[in-house]
């Protein structure tokens, strides 16, 4: 065990560390350039050419589907009138 000088030094580390890192973190220059940093990590800008094949992409799938709707339907509709 220490003494008492360790014991407040201990406490006053255990005090001044989340505070300095709370302080440090917080400051609207470091937390700015983390945000935009992670932001544009995560959602890059739209790129209008790729924004343009994925709606096709989706268009011509929701087509494809019904298409085949619309074959079973006929399908169906043959056997009822058999």
């Known amino acids: ?3 008492w000088q360790l014991e407040i030094f201990k406490m006053s580390l255990y005090m001044a560390f989340p ?4 302080h440090y973190f917080n400051q609207p220059g470091n937390y700015e ?8 990590e995560y959602y890059p800008k739209e790129n209008k050419e790729h924004r343009r094949l994925i709606e096709e ?5 929701n087509q ?3 298409e085949k709707e619309l074959e ?5 509709i043959k056997k009822n009138n058999l």
């Open 64 to 66: 494809k589907i019904e």
């Open 33 to 40: 350039h983390w945000v935009n940093k992670v932001r544009e």
């Open 57 to 61: 992409s989706i268009k011509l799938h």
């Open 19 to 22: 505070v300095t890192m709370f």
């Open 1 to 3: 065990m220490g003494t």
């Open 72 to 76: 079973l339907m006929q399908q169906a």
